[in-house]
């Protein structure tokens, strides 16, 4: 079962509504849903709240450590509460997924992801879930300077239809999350991967 769902971002209302939020807003839409409050826990780094959730109790947290210090933040609480990397859910962007395919699996690499590594090495294994929100890629990208390229694409937010394409992903995610929270990962996935021309 899913104990802790982490949404990753940068703080600071100059990044709300970049790409590399994306994460931030899963949880707040989960938070809403289910009537939680996220609010600022120090001691975790982050904002965070107890919510119910398939009538479990999981920990929602947004660390607020920057990008490539979310392990910080995810470590702290982890360990608080005795949660393993297993029953962690990680929720971020990714580059590799056009906006509007959204993936879920366990474990394997972070595709240069400044937070899931941050996380894999405060965890010290990469085997936690995560749920993958595609933001597309900059389709321009050259050899030579590709990685500054790449974020200033994360650190912009998307157009008007890719917007659209991504709260739809968001929302057919926020409709298996009971079976996430559950440890159902075969039957969520199954609904999740399988959306028309996704």
């Known amino acids: 079962m899913i104990k802790l769902i982490v949404g990753l971002g940068n703080p600071g209302a100059e ?3 970049t790409r590399h939020n994306a994460g931030f807003w899963f949880v707040d839409a989960l938070a809403q849903q289910c009537g939680a409050s996220l609010t600022n826990q120090k001691n975790f780094h982050g904002f965070a709240a107890r919510a119910r959730v398939a009538g479990q109790e999981v920990w929602l947290l ?3 450590t920057f ?10 609480l982890a360990r608080f509460y005795k949660i393993l990397p297993d029953e962690i859910l990680v ?10 395919t959204v993936r879920l699996k366990r474990g394997g690499g972070t595709g240069g992801h400044n937070g899931l590594k941050d996380i894999a090495a405060h965890l010290t294994t990469p085997e936690f879930w995560r749920l993958r929100l595609g933001i597309g890629h900059p389709r321009t990208l050259q050899p ?3 990685q500054q390229q790449v974020a200033d694409f994360v650190l912009k937010p ?16 926020l409709d298996i999350v009971d079976l996430v929270v559950k440890g159902d990962m075969e039957k969520a996935m199954m609904r999740l991967h399988a959306a028309p021309g996704k």
């Open 15 to 17: 990044y709300t509504a």
């Open 158 to 173: 998307p157009r008007k239809e890719e917007q659209a394409e991504i709260d739809d992903a968001m929302s057919r995610s």
């Open 91 to 100: 929720v971020h962007d990714e580059l590799d997924l056009l906006p509007g």
């Open 144 to 146: 030579a300077g590709s």
């Open 67 to 76: 990008m490539n210090r979310s392990g910080q933040s995810v470590v702290a």
């Open 62 to 64: 947004e660390p607020q």
